[in-house]
């Protein structure tokens, strides 16, 4: 990962069209679709990382991770999952961190497995019409903007 003294405009502007821009791609050609559903929920791939609190929390994990464009892209993901929940209050439209999962995405060194990171994807895909909406949610809970 690129830390703050060799990161460019040009990387974020990469890793945001996918993290941030695809996200609202997707939910916005999706909107007549859940407009149209009875139950219509969203979940967004936010990250740990992209919680603020746990980013200044000294000492943890997250505090000590030195990347910017992911945090940053993930943080923008929360804002969008606020905003959009607070646009379209008939639906359920959640962020969540699924943890540290053996994938792609960090080398196969995650700790845990995909099927546990799937866990709570599918929890909040499955929420009740009157569940949460412009949450943040690990397996724990809810988790600190
Ligand atoms: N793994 C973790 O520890 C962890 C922790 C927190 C959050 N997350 C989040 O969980 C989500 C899934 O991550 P993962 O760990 O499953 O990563 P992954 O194994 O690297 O999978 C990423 C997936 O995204 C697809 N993708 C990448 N760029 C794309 C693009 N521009 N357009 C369309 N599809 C694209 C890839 O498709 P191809 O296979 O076709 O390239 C792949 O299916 C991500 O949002 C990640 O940030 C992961």
């Not at 679709?33 to 994990?61: E, F, I, K, M, Y």
């Not at 991770?65 to 969008?80: D, E, F, I, R, W």
Request: proline share 7%; no cysteine; aromatic share 8%.
């Amino acid at each position: 990962m690129v830390g703050a003294a060799d990161v460019t405009a040009d990387m974020m502007k990469e890793l945001f069209d996918t993290n941030v821009f695809g996200v609202v791609r997707v939910l916005h050609a999706f909107l007549p679709l859940l407009q149209g559903s009875g139950a219509p929920v969203v979940v967004n791939l936010s990250s740990g990382l992209g919680s603020l609190s746990r980013l200044t929390d000294h000492g943890t994990p997250t505090y000590g991770y030195p990347g910017v464009v992911y945090p940053a892209s993930k943080t923008t993901v929360n804002v969008l999952t606020v905003q959009y929940a607070k646009a379209f209050p008939e639906m359920r439209i959640n962020a969540v961190e699924p943890g540290y999962t053996k994938t792609d995405l960090n080398g196969n060194t995650g700790t845990q497995t995909v099927e546990e990171g799937a866990e709570i994807i599918v929890r909040m895909a499955q929420v009740a019409p009157d569940g949460p909406t412009g949450g943040y949610f690990d397996l724990n809970g809810a988790v600190p903007w």
